[in-house]
């Protein structure tokens, strides 16, 4: 292989036009679609139910809603809670927003706790930190398909008597100790958008074994209609409700999607398993860390530039660093994104404590004390956001390990020729490219 990086004009480890699409459709999903769209309904019906029940017995749920997202789901979750206007709810400080805007959906406060530097998920070490007397749920996010030490925080939970919501949106089929995701915590949210491991184009699923928060979650899903999703509705709002339910042809799609999901993560294990295992010892490369506890799913493959390594303090130097270094790797036809740039804490709409206008939720009286959102507060999450690069598309199916044996090779090169990143040279190069 050229040694030359591909960003320079020399060849590319994986040639373009050879990682196959996500989500892979087969004639499985084309006949389930068609047959929903000649259906008697397009809106909620018996797809959706059958697609609750087969999720409730793959993953093993008692209760499940269809959602028309994973944030939606989210919400659900705080409802059936029952989360109240001024509550303070706990959630990692490095995820996607609506891992924490969920809670201002509800009115609620978020409170961010730091990341473990090893695993990138909130640190159980520092939660009990961060409860006060208005604390009523940990939001525990299983962050790039990983889970996170699910005993240590439930234990924490029961201690403070506080619910626990697992946003699994990106953990389908990740496990804590040989359990599922979405069955660890008291109800759990998941992503169902077209670039998570189980996909439909758009959507979300809300579960739950408690039959109490499963009727509030309902409530919000439906308009505040409390009639169970297989009985006739008498369409009164018993409360205030939202629209988030979705459609059969949608449904037919997931249903489709989820018969063959075990052969997906079969294929991300093994994807996976093979860049850890074939890049160790990278110079300059930090690979992600699976915990003994846990089967990661990986969602999302990351790598972190060891900064301490190659004597790049400034923080400024290490973010044009990182983006040319994901740039070369997107050359090579390693699909690497930055996945978040921001911490929660320092995006604007908890920054400016300003939600709905007039400074709500904060706004609650005492709603606001104590509630600190600067970013230095949460160093390990600002670190990683600086340090990482994702790789998604790469590993996933039908891509087996023909490509992961490549993308390894990309990405060896990629991190053995460190010294020849040009960061002025490569930003002038991806600008060319955009224009
Ligand atoms: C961790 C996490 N939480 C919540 C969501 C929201 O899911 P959705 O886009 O389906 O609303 C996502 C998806 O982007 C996510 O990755």
Redesign the pocket.
Known sequence: MSEVLAIYGGAPAIAPGTVKNWPPIDRIDEEMVLEALHGKSQARGPQNLAFEKEFCAWNGNHFALFTN????A?HMCLAGCGIGAGDQVLVTAY??S??ATCILHHDAIPIFVDIDPETFLMDPDKIEAAITPRTKAIIV?Q?HGLCDDMDKINAIARKHHLKVIE?A??AHGALYKGRKAGTLGDCA?F???Q??CLSCG???IFVTDNEDIYNGAAKLWSFGETSRPEQSRDYHAYALGWMYRNNEITAAYARAQLSKYDFYFKTLRANGGYLLENLSGTPGLLLPYEPAYAVHNWYNFNLRIDFAQRGIHDVDTQIAFRDAVAAALREEGVAATVWQRFILPEMTVFAAKNAYGHGYPWSIPGADEGVDYTPSRFPNALEYSRKHISIVQTLRAPNGLDIAEKAALGIRKVFENLDRIDVERIQQIVAERQK
Request: hydrophobic content about 30%.
């Open positions: 997202s994973g944030t939606a989210l995820s996607w609506s891992s996010v962050l946003d949106c990106q949210a992503s169902l958008n670039n998570k758009e959507g979300g």
